[in-house]
């Protein structure tokens, strides 16, 4: 921690020492602190998927879900087929009881990997919630 605070002092601007002082801060489980660096990360960058990606994933920790999916759409913007963005905008999307759009985003993240079983059982739950799915019938 302590060489990525001395690399930002020296260079205020190095995305790279503020993606690592957030995997530092992230084992420390500092929410707050690697927001903080996360946007950093996408202010000096904005077109920094992984930045944006992982900013997501500490707001969803947070459970600020409605501010997950807002970053998660910066990433898709950028990387429309990122699989990862797709799958955690729907599970963010779902901590929201937005049920329909956590679907399609499950959808969007089975059209680039069919095989991702996580995807296929949250979407399957889900339809269960909504009632649009006989209990215990495979999707």
Known sequence: MKFCDQALKLDPDNVSAWFNQRITLKRLKQ???VLRSFDQVVKLNPQHPRGWLNRGNVLFRMNKFSEAVTSYDRVIALQPRNESAWFN???ALANLNRYQEAIAAFNETLQINPN???TKENRMILLERMGRLPKGKPV
């Open 116 to 118: 991702n079983e996580q």
């Open 89 to 91: 905008r729907g599970v």
């Open 31 to 33: 929410y707050a602190e």
